[in-house]
């Protein structure tokens, strides 16, 4: 299949699968949002294939830049087996859970594209337009792998806005049922495609929430921004004298307490605003052994950062104080636009405030079925810090109290 040829004004000096749309020399024929195209330099030389959006200030994602490589059904099913070997041969996934992310996007070579597994069934979540036309590929190839898997197609109504494309033909092909159980380690849960963020579940705290588990034997946990209940319940598994999720989305607390009867527990999910339950308790002196911080994405562009960073700031303060001396905090960002050293620097900064000083003992990131790129490191974007927290000392307080007079003039 001859594709159309879309050439670069500028020079492109790095391996990073995105190129901006200001570097693309745009063609006269306008090509609709989605296109596979074939790159050359400003010289005609080859540089590689890949999805074409003048709609997108992501003008083009490269899929490829091997000239002997074409963008057909046979290279979709490649990169698909590759990813399935890492989550199987390699990580081995499936010997404790049914389900995995199967492609990270552009880790897994294919930019702009998000497939998990869950179960049988593979919720795939495009962030490309150019994943509506290929669809047919990718759903033929993942039963090829997987024989009588089923397939459903999640967009983000924010990407097809950027992306300039309508994805509900795709979605309305590939419905996928309206919920699902699945199970991770020695969890199970009920996942909800109807009303569920994302694919549904969050797959990337899966070794997070394993990890957890093992220090709340005996403990009072409180999970904030809780979603469907999976750290709190894997509390409880593990044997926690009690645990209780927080979260202000109803639907994902309702499926909360399917999950929490689903694993023979007893959990204590609310409906409350986590800011102000935390400033509840340090009004009245409440404290929990554990407490999990892991609130949805505060930063999606630029112009969110320093908001963001104010946020983090504020509730890891409020969070740090709900914490008995000598607990355990693990707070969470999935802002991949604040990075790992800006986020240890707000904890440093909540911590002060707090009047609490952090013995960091761990410091991890999604699970390993979130790879990244060395040629995309954008694609490492969850921080997950685990502490304990103990009061400041009365020479640690004097000190803190010197260091802001001193930074204070």
């Not at 006269?28 to 296109?35: D, I, R």
């Not at 905090?329 to 620097?345: A, H, M, Q, Y």
């Not at 911590?351 to 999604?366: D, P």
């Amino acid at each position: 299949m001859k594709l159309p040829v879309i050439s670069l004004k500028a020079r492109r000096n790095s391996l990073h699968p995105w190129i901006f749309d200001r570097m693309i020399r745009h063609p006269q024929k306008s090509l609709k949002p989605g296109t596979l195209v074939e790159v050359v330099s400003k010289e005609g030389d080859f540089i590689g294939r890949g999805i074409y959006n003048h709609k997108s200030n992501i003008g083009i994602r490269l899929l490829t830049e091997n000239i002997s490589e074409l963008l057909d059904q046979e290279f979709f099913l490649k990169k698909l087996e590759q990813a399935k070997a890492l989550r199987e041969e390699i990580l081995q996934i499936h010997k404790t859970s049914n389900c995995y992310r199967l492609v990270h996007g552009e880790a897994d070579g294919l930019s702009g594209l998000i497939i998990d597994k869950f179960a049988d069934t593979f919720v795939i979540e495009p962030y490309s337009a150019g994943y509506v036309e290929t669809m047919n590929w990718l759903a033929s190839s993942l039963q090829s792998l997987y024989p009588g898997s089923r397939i459903a197609v999640r967009p983000d109504e924010r990407t097809a806005a950027k992306e300039g494309m309508d994805f509900s033909r795709v979605a309305k092909n590939y419905p996928g049922p309206d919920s699902l159980e699945i199970k991770e380690n020695f969890l199970k849960m009920k996942v909800n495609l109807k009303t569920g963020h994302k694919t549904g579940f969050f797959l990337d705290q899966r070794e997070n929430r394993l990890a957890l588990s093992q220090y709340c034997r005996d403990k009072e946990v409180l999970d904030c921004f809780c979603y469907t209940g999976g750290f709190a319940i894997s509390a409880m598994l593990a044997g926690a004298r009690s645990a209780t999720g927080i979260d202000l989305d109803e639907d994902a607390l309702e499926t909360a307490e399917e999950n929490a009867r689903l694993n023979s527990v007893k959990a204590t999910f609310q409906h409350v605003n986590v800011f102000d339950h935390l400033r509840m308790m340090t009004s009245k002196g409440m404290q929990a052994d554990v407490v999990i911080l892991d609130p949805a994405k505060l930063a999606g562009c630029t112009e969110e950062i320093k908001r963001a960073h104010r946020t983090y700031g504020d509730i890891n303060r409020l969070g740090m104080q709900a914490v008995k001396p000598g607990g355990i905090l693990l707070t969470c960002s999935c802002s991949g636009l604040v990075s790992e050293r800006d986020f240890l620097s707000i904890l440093t900064r909540s911590a002060a405030e707090a009047g609490v000083v952090l013995q960091i003992f761990k410091i991890t990131g999604a699970s390993s079925d979130h790879p990244f790129s060395s040629v995309f490191p954008e694609g490492r974007y969850l921080k997950a810090v685990f502490a304990r927290v103990f009061p400041f000392t009365k020479k640690e307080r004097n000190f803190s109290k010197n260091e802001n007079v001193t930074n204070n003039p």
